[in-house]
């Protein structure tokens, strides 16, 4: 269980977190919502460590970032690493010995090849798959189907469900409500840093629809399209 | 095309100061530096003038990569991109043209910026999905990334050992052995981004360690065979040779030190100046590799802890 109290983040005057409250259950899948530049990804990098911010995140987990698994929106990659040498970084960094890299290869990656030549689908596959086999229990995934074919779409949906049944726990952002809305159990939605609503798996429909009307609204008009 | 080179420069300008090197002090210190590193090679090494047009072609062809070029392609007709890259490598290759110059190399001074020139006929971006094998792969990532962009540095090393021992000359044995030493140091003088040490669930002190252990043993492996070739060959400069061998060893600690001490910064001039002052007097390292290991410390803990 992660236990968000009372966050809040700035950078200088800008707020870009406010008073964020939030109880993340174990073997969960939460979805998290909102416009670019509602705070997502600044949300994960505190809840990874990598930002310091006023207010509490406790966790049964003892350091909490020792069992994340994080995917970044844009994974970084060294120019001259192959894919399996990346995949094995990252589990050396956790002190996990692969041995059969090639069979757990489920995106039938070309890992002999330097990961920096991948398209943007196949590094965001590749990030993933190594995060995979870190042995994490908690996986914060930022924008995961972006980028991605249907085919891995899929496998992607899959793999998070998965990872629900084993009791993992699961953030993801996306902007491709359909595949939250498969995935799930709660979604939070986010607007200028503040979590505004919190929905639960059985009202899902409602707030497709009251998002369109929320974000949508009559903006298209505004470009007067002829 | 003005444009161009003026945004170039105001480019170079901001590095600098992002850097933490005022304009002025950078633009009297780069020269410096330049001159005494070139007079440095110039006194310490034999072929001297071929080794520093490598160094000088090296350079220039930093400018050579596929993306930046296509990029320039795509923005500029065929004409003025070749006017701009050769004028580009003319600009890169002048700081080694004029110190040949003043040390009265004129036909190696035109063949430099001929070749320099030339660098933009060749397309460096090959679709040949060819992966260099390296001997570093179990521990990613400096050295296996390191390994592959400048493998070609240590046949020449090791060719400088051979040269060293056919022709008697003992410096020049030590010049291979730093040379690598220098590769090794580049492969740390960049910072990570931040998800690499981020990901490691060890304590900053073991972190370090590691780091430091891999570092220390992959140069050990690369120089074994010059350190083995120059002990045989020069029996009685065998202690000379051990303190350059550890002056290496300690140069390498320090930079991964200094390296995460500003992490997840890139490192600063203060740095840089310590470095610099602990190259020119070595028990100055004494002082420098505790504080930047304390300063490590502090930093790495930010996300390791």
């Known amino acids: 269980m992660i236990i968000i109290k009372n966050l809040s983040k700035s950078y200088g005057k800008n707020q870009v ?111 993933l798959t190594a995060i995979l086999l870190q042995d994490n229990a908690v996986f914060i995934l930022d924008e995961p189907f972006n980028g991605v074919d249907i085919q891995s779409n899929l496998m992607i949906t899959e793999i998070i469900k998965k990872l629900k049944n084993l009791d993992k726990t699961i953030i993801i ?26 929905v639960k798996q059985i009202d899902f429909d409602n707030l497709e629809s009251e998002m369109k009307a929320f974000t949508i609204g009559n903006r298209i008009d505004k470009l007067e399209l002829k | 095309m003005r444009a161009y080179f003026r945004l170039q420069f105001k480019m170079f300008n901001r590095n600098m100061i992002a850097f933490g090197l005022p304009l002025l002090i950078g633009y009297t210190l780069i020269p410096l530096l330049f001159v005494l590193f070139s007079n440095y090679l110039f006194s310490i090494i034999e072929f001297e003038t071929p080794i520093y047009c ?38 890169y290759a002048l700081p080694f043209t004029l110190f040949l110059i003043y040390k009265t190399q004129f036909l190696t001074a035109i063949l430099l910026n001929l070749l320099g020139i030339s660098i933009i006929l060749f397309n460096f971006n090959t679709h040949i999905n060819m992966t260099i094998p390296t001997p570093f792969g179990k521990k990613p990532f400096e050295f296996v990334v390191g390994f592959r962009k400048t493998f070609f540095i240590f046949p020449i090393s090791y060719f400088l050992t051979y040269i060293s021992i056919t022709v008697g000359n003992f410096n020049l044995g030590v010049f291979a052995m730093i040379l690598i030493a220098l590769i090794c140091l580049s492969y740390y003088s960049k910072i990570e981004h931040e998800y690499f040490v981020w990901n490691f669930n060890v304590s900053a002190k073991d972190f370090l360690f590691e780091k430091t252990k891999t570092c220390l043993t992959y140069f050990t492996i690369l120089c074994l065979p010059i350190l083995i070739a120059l002990c045989i060959c020069f029996v009685h400069e065998i202690s000379i040779l051990l303190v350059f061998f550890l002056l290496c060893h300690a140069y390498l600690i320090t930079l991964i030190f200094a390296k995460y001490s500003s992490f997840p910064k890139e490192m600063n001039i203060s740095q840089g100046i310590l470095i610099a002052i602990s190259i020119m007097f070595p028990p100055m390292l004494f002082v420098i590799i505790p504080l930047f290991y304390s300063q490590s410390i502090k930093k790495l803990n930010t996300v390791l802890k």
């Open chain 1, 173 to 198: 952002s996306s902007h491709i409500f359909s595949t939250l809305a498969d995935t799930c159990d709660e979604i939070f939605l986010m607007k200028d840093g503040e979590i505004i609503k919190k």
């Open chain 2, 54 to 91: 490598l160094i000088a072609l090296g350079f220039v062809s930093k400018l050579s990569d596929p993306k930046r070029n296509d990029f320039l392609k795509s923005i500029y007709n065929k004409t003025n991109y070749l006017k701009l890259r050769s004028i580009e490598n003319l600009i």
């Open chain 1, 17 to 127: 977190l406010n008073n964020i409250n939030l109880d993340i259950k174990k073997g969960n899948v939460y979805g998290i919502v909102g416009e670019n530049g509602a705070g997502k990804t600044t949300l994960f990098r505190c809840l990874a460590g990598l930002e310091s911010f006023e207010g509490k995140i406790a966790s049964h987990l003892n350091p909490l970032k020792n069992h994340l698994g994080l995917l970044l929106t844009e994974p970084f990659f060294f120019s001259k690493i192959t894919g399996k040498e990346y995949i094995q970084l990252l589990a050396n960094s956790r002190q996990i010995t692969l041995t059969n890299i090639e069979e757990r290869n489920i995106f039938d990656l070309p890992l002999n090849q330097y990961a920096s030549t991948y398209s943007t689908g196949m590094k965001k596959k590749l990030a």
